[in-house]
């Protein structure tokens, strides 16, 4: 069974911190993805990395960097975390494909910022 | 743009009673259509998806859901519902994007089954 773990399931950071959340995937998956999960909002995309050192936009990027040095690790960095990230945290994963394999998640990660 | 719809986002039902949420798409390519659900306290995963075939699709714990084509839909389904249906669902569609494809999630809905 594919495992996708994320570092913490709770954080507490401050305004102005730099925050970093890692997630490790054991399948040898290429595909990776961060999104925040706000309620009424469903998932939204932050960054999605397709390759080790590949890394593309979402929908929602402002605020926030990656970083994939290696394939099984994506970070989701905070420079100067802010309240409005206070937020769930998701990571996925999944293999190449023609679009029809599903995502894999992580327990999630639940940020305050304070 | 591509965008995925819900319905509701809060359905209210009774033990045994019949479910149907309602999704909608909006993408001009190849569908790959995926339901998920997150219960309580844990992660999502994998209802059921529909990427070809028969548009009448099955998934786990008696849930199903149909494509319809024309009408850009991809409603899910289960003719009795149990307490433990209680979650969190999401329907998503697989878009193009570059180097693959990302996934379109909608707002999600939250069923609630009374015992």
């Known amino acids: 069974d594919v495992k996708v773990t994320q570092s913490s399931r709770y954080l507490v950071k401050r305004t102005g911190e730099k925050v970093f959340l890692e997630c490790v995937q054991d399948m040898d998956h290429e595909n990776m993805f961060w999104y925040r999960q706000d309620p009424g909002l469903g998932l939204r995309l932050i960054y999605f990395?397709?390759?080790?050192?590949?890394?593309e936009k979402g929908d929602i990027p402002e605020g926030y960097s990656v970083s994939r040095e290696k394939k099984e690790r994506f970070s989701l960095i905070l420079e100067s975390a802010s309240t409005n990230q206070t937020s769930m945290y998701l990571c996925?994963?999944?293999?190449?494909?023609?679009?029809?394999?599903?995502?894999?998640f992580g327990d999630g990660t639940r940020l305050s910022i304070l | 743009a591509q965008s995925v719809s819900q319905h509701n986002h809060h359905v209210i039902l009774s033990e045994a009673a019949s479910l149907e949420l309602g999704c909608n798409y909006s993408y001009g390519g190849t569908v790959n259509l995926f339901w998920y659900v997150q219960y309580p306290g844990q992660h999502l995963q994998l209802l059921l998806k529909y990427f070809s075939g028969d548009p009448l699709v099955k998934g786990i714990k008696g849930f199903e859901a149909e494509f319809i084509k024309s009408k850009f839909s991809f409603n899910l389904r289960k003719p009795s519902v149990q307490w433990s249906d209680t979650a969190e669902y999401f329907c998503?569609?697989?878009?193009?994007?570059?180097?693959?494809?990302?996934?379109?999630f909608g707002a999600g809905t939250r069923l609630f089954v009374k015992a």
């Open positions: 998503a569609v697989n878009a193009q994007s570059t180097g693959g494809f990302k996934t379109i």
């Open positions: 996925a994963s999944s293999p190449v494909s023609d679009g029809n394999q599903p995502q894999h």
């Open positions: 990395s397709y390759d080790v050192k590949m890394k």
